[in-house]
């Protein structure tokens, strides 16, 4: 056998060890070696804790069922917001105003009441409804068709549907144009159509808002369950930090198994969300489908795109990480061999 | 290899475990330090490798003053120097391989390269045989003999051994200790705490002896106790 010491130190400059801090970074070989084995530590830490964590299968999946639940509400919600702003979509934009014109009003009447419309800066298009067109609409959409067939008469009025100018959205400039229309001899009512819509956006902004709460709220919840798993794991594996001290062991070496246990629970948990949410969509869409068929609709319900889901499991690894990483930045040092 | 200038340990509450010790190891020595319990062995070992740090006095090691490491130096300064302790200190939910190949994956040695350290260090200990074992079926000989395998498959320069033949009976205590010159003959400095006083004896090398913390002098090595 060679001398030892004389070995160690052949192979130290080989392995671009960290420890000869002068001289290992001097050589570009030395610095790739040491990259190497830096991505060789990530690696291995990667990988051992996954095997760590599946060989206790149960305890494992409490905790991700934990963090995965906590995600999959406000995820959750986010989707039916987006479905709901989705459905509403289509009157996005511009506000319109219909004219019911009074019983009598004929279509030559209408068509220069469309032309004089015209005229006006703030509206961009007219559409003449006759009230024959109006009545086969309705016995198409409501379902009524047969009792609309025991009516004599038509009792439908004309309408005009005025759709304003996307730049027009000043309340007041709308409200003087509405009074405008309402005093015109034709015109038996005027009635603005996007004001329930505009409520609507108010109304889905602020729930946006809560859902952005409840998830702050979940997401310092997951921190906080992450967080005291890798502290009962620090506190189990007592023995194996203070050896693995004794024997030269970085503390970079010591935490990068916890920080990747953190990130794996994230992962996990954000993967169980991104399941527990595309199975409520799966049972939510029969009826979803049977209510939108009511209504003459198409609309089915929108799961999660590749963007969101790619937010979900990344945003659980992070907060995985960084519950870890808390934890371990409190808990690793008040263990020192003795 | 070691040297120590005037060295004072005293602990909180009072207790002084070393009073004033000076003492020097070249390179390639072997020696044990010996005395009554709590006369200060596991302290002198403590503070050679970095697990305390002195109150006063200055310790060398390998060239280096260890009042200049820092905190973050410390894992470096360990890794040079293999630590043999009384209870083994092995980790018991992996293989004896496994526990041996622990100081390789923390300097980040490649799998082959760790696989053929390990198995060296095994041979040279004699429990090859044993590599998928798990501690716990080992006797104290065998689990002593991995730790062993675990303080060397680095190639440190220094061994230090802290009543490495504490729990041993007498035939196995001499096997470790064999190991032990094995590794001092080809080059390794080899510091044992011990208060065997018949296996120091046999060993004839150097004796350093402490009392009550202070450093009391050397025993010769022909002058030995049978």
Redesign the interface.
Known sequence: MSDPRMNRHKTRREQGDTTVRSGASTGRGGVSVALGNFFTHHAQAFIATLGQLSRRPFATFMTVAVIGIALAMPAGLYVLLNNAQRMIGNWEGASQISLFLKTGINESRAQQLVEQLHRRPEIAATDYISPDNALDEFRRLSGFGEALGALDENPLPAVLVVRLKKDVTDPVQIERLLEDLRKRSEVDIAQLDMQWVKRLYALMAMVQRGVLVLASLLGLAVLLVVGNTIRLAIQSRRDEIVITKLIGATDAFIRRPFLYSGAWYGIGGGLLALILVQLSLYILQQPVHNLALLYNSSFALYGLDLRTSTILLGGGGLLGLLGSWLAVGRHLKDIEPN | MIRFTNVSKRYEGGYEALNDVSFHLTPGEIAFVTGHSGAGKSTLL?LI?L??RPTNGQVIVNGQNLAKLGR?AI??????IG?IFQDH???F?RTVFDNVA??L??????PA?TAKRVRAALDKVGLLSKEKAYPITLSGGEQQRVGIA???V????LLLADEPTGNLDPEMSWEVMKIFRE?NE???TVLIASHNIDLIGRMQSRVLRLDHGRYIGEIAATRSFV
């Open positions: 403590k490798a697990l305390e973050g894992p470096y300064h360990r890794r040079n630590v200190r092995l980790l939910d622990l100081p994956i923390i300097a980040g040695y490649g390269e675990r303080a060397v680095n190639r440190p320069a590794f080809v080059g390794v």
